[in-house]
């Protein structure tokens, strides 16, 4: 077989490094990255990055202007259309669908919330060796259960509190049983085989584990539904804070909480609100679901402090570099508006928790917490009228800098819509 010539070879090369520079190129990478499709609410437009080597055929175009790598879609009226491309003019090129969708609105939250959930099975927090004839034993451990890791059933049993898991365990060892768990890891779910160790100081049978069959925690309400009476909150799941796994809760309830204290946060060292659960006179709810946006739920009232007038939700591509202000509570049970400023937003054609970066400008919230701080994720952002956001992470190397979601998503999550 002839072997290809030197000029051949390097024919090739050249060839090869022209199509990967040409899928480097800005207008290539536009006309491929185009999105499947496009969401507008009604009487709103948005604008998407737009290739010049791209030409709009067979569309509404009183609903399209394209000008200067700028794509500007308009929504006049529910429905839906298709802008057809053509690359170079005569290459027929993909389809972007566009949906034209009723607004949404919502009323921002901001106030400060106390969440009581149970959840399902109960969750590791940690190990607690076992003392026997002078030497520590971990059995739970040992048979490969991990912090953070949920064990569901006992003997294939569903667990609904630690006192079952309890008798299960006594049961066990007083017939000198091994003990099968039905855990839920980070990944799937799993038997785990353990057999239970006698303490001599205490007089019963151990697994080695500390175990908790809920949370409570404060933080802050993103915004609720006026009709419906829907929430949600916390613009980030709750998690056994080991795995980041969110667990699954049984249900649970909202009520309001009371910040009496700041811990300002500085380098490296997350500051903290300082909050006690109050009685449900401010807010009440019933919490359903926790997702990778936090809790969702059903508000028995509408809260008595923050807003009280609904403001449309924009859409990702709505939200944009610039001056914006979030909703929180310093003190007390009242929501107060501290200015920021967006810096950068990302373009996001699916769910997920870093939608925008973005920087407290406000002299008195820098001054009062340093930055972002525990307890205000969740705590809506607002632009020019829309809510846009929520907080959901600080960068503890700058607590003046934190990440933010889109609150579209939040609105779009099953638990919600």
């Known amino acids: ?8 070879r390097i024919a090739g090369v050249v060839g090869a490094a022209l199509v990967i520079t040409f899928g480097f190129l800005p207008p290539v990478r536009v006309s491929v990255n185009l999105p499947r499709a496009v969401t507008i609410p009604s009487g709103q437009g948005i604008s998407l990055p737009w290739s ?5 055929k067979n569309s509404p175009m009183q609903a399209i202007l394209v000008k200067s790598g700028v794509i500007h879609i308009r929504g006049n009226a529910p429905g839906h259309f298709v802008i057809h491309t053509k690359l170079l003019g005569w290459i027929p090129w993909r389809t972007l669908p566009v ?104 007089k ?38 080991l795995t980041r796994v969110p ?20 380098m490296n060292t997350p500051g903290q609100k300082i909050g006690v659960l109050a009685n449900g006179h401010d807010i009440e709810g019933k919490v359903k679901h926790n997702g990778i946006f936090g809790i969702t739920g059903h508000l028995i009232h509408k809260p008595l402090q923050g807003f009280r007038r609904a403001l449309p939700v924009a859409l990702p591509d709505q939200v944009h570099p610039g001056p914006a202000q ?4 310093l003190q007390g049970q009242k929501t107060q508006l501290f200015a920021i400023r967006i810096l950068k937003t990302y373009v996001q054609w699916r769910p997920h928790t870093k939608g925008l970066l973005f920087q407290v400008t406000d002299p ?53 819509s």
């Open 1 to 8: 077989m002839k072997r290809p010539g030197r000029k051949t």
């Open 52 to 56: 010049n080597w791209l030409r709009v």
């Open 99 to 202: 949906e034209v969708t009723r607004p949404v609105y919502e009323v921002p939250g901001g106030q400060s919330i106390g969440v009581v959930v149970k959840t399902k099975g109960l969750v590791v927090q940690g190990y607690a060796p076992v003392l026997v004839k002078g030497q520590e034993l971990d059995p739970a451990k040992d048979a490969g259960i991990d912090p953070g890791d949920v064990i569901i059933e006992a003997n294939h049993r569903l667990l609904t509190s630690t006192r079952m898991l309890q008798s299960a365990v006594q049961q066990s060892g007083q017939e000198h049983k091994t003990l099968a768990l039905g855990v839920e890891g980070s990944r799937r779910f799993h038997i785990r085989y353990v057999k239970p160790v006698f303490s001599q100081t205490q």
């Open 204 to 241: 019963i049978w151990h697994l080695g584990i500390i175990v908790q069959g809920g949370t409570t925690g404060v933080g802050t309400l993103t915004f609720y539904n006026p009709k419906t009476m829907k929430f949600a909150a916390l613009g980030h799941s709750i998690t056994d804070g």
């Open 247 to 266: 667990i699954k809760i049984t249900g649970g309830k909202l009520t309001g909480a009371r910040i009496v204290g700041i811990i300002a946060g500085s």
């Open 326 to 329: 979030i909703v929180t509570v």
């Open 364 to 416: 008195a919230l820098l001054t009062r917490t340093g930055g972002i701080i525990q307890g205000m994720s969740g705590s809506p952002i607002i632009q020019n009228g829309r809510l846009v956001g929520a907080v959901t992470h600080v960068l503890l190397s700058h607590p003046s800098l934190g990440y933010g979601c889109y609150a579209y998503w939040m609105v779009k999550q099953k638990s919600f």
